[in-house]
T-cell receptor, first 113, second 116 residues
Framework: EDKVVQSPLSLVVHEGDTVTLNCSYE??????LLWYKQEKKAPTFLFML????IEKKSGRLSSILDKKELFSILNITATQTGDSAVYLCAVETGGTSYGKLTFGQGTILTVHP | DGGITQSPKYLFRKEGQNVTLSCEQN?????MYWYRQDPGQGLRLIYY???????QKGDIAEGYSVSREKKESFPLTVTSAQKNPTAFYLC???????????????FGPGTRLTVL
């Protein structure tokens, strides 16, 4: 059974802090790893990682994938209150035409002013 | 504006009643998905459809049914057979995740279903 585990489950920081969120996985037929940010409603796409060791960046957010050790990290530098959200990690698998997404439990990030 | 819409935002249902959640997309995506989210848990796949008139069960399909008569629409019915239906339901869509494409899914705003 495919498994995706995120840690920590929740995190409370103050504005300006740097945080690292972890995502480890055990799956068959890995295709890609995705990070989403979920504020009250719809998860919004952050990154898709397919190759090991290549960092993806978007402003203060960055992510990297290690396919040998089967994990990914999401870094947020200089956190702001607007970064407060649930961060979801999902792994896409599938050797055929369908790429199934298996989600982790999510990390609840709270940023205090 | 391209996107995914779900209605209603909030839904209340009495035990024993069936209820249908709407999901529409105008992104011209081939594939559509239904997920369930419970507090402290990630998203779990209920059903998915890769093309019109075809759909497959996900990990937790029992007590749910779907149809895919049009490319834009993928309604989910929560039946009285679903033992614990109170949850947040998310619909998603993606381009057909084959032929070298990765399965980047786009989500709707969700429907919160409460069974009284």
């Amino acid at each position: 059974e495919d498994k995706v585990v995120q840690s920590p489950l929740s995190l409370v920081v103050h504005e300006g802090d740097t945080v690292t969120l972890n995502c480890s996985y055990e799956v068959t037929n890995f295709r890609s790893l995705l990070w989403y940010k979920q504020e009250k409603k719809a998860p919004t796409f952050l990154f898709m990682l397919t190759s090991s060791g290549i960092e993806k960046k978007s402003g203060r957010l960055s992510s990297i994938l290690d396919k040998k050790e089967l994990f990914s990290i999401l870094n947020i530098t200089a956190t702001q209150t607007g970064d407060s959200a649930v961060y979801l990690c999902a792994v896409e698998t599938g050797g055929t035409s369908y790429g199934k997404l298996t989600f982790g439990q999510g990390t609840i990030l709270t940023v205090h002013p | 504006d391209g996107g995914i819409t779900q209605s209603p935002k909030y839904l209340f249902r009495k035990e024993g009643q069936n209820v249908t959640l709407s999901c529409e997309q105008n992104l011209n995506h081939d594939a559509m998905y239904w997920y369930r989210q419970d507090p402290g848990q990630g998203l779990r796949l209920i059903y998915y459809s890769q093309i019109v008139n075809d759909f497959q069960k996900g990990d937790i399909a029992e007590g749910y049914s779907v149809s895919r008569e049009k490319k834009e629409s993928f309604p989910l019915t929560v039946t009285s057979a679903q033992k614990n239906p109170t949850a947040f339901y998310l619909c998603a869509s993606s381009k057909f995740p084959g032929q070298g494409l990765y399965n980047e899914q786009f989500f709707g705003p969700g429907t919160r279903l409460t069974v009284l």
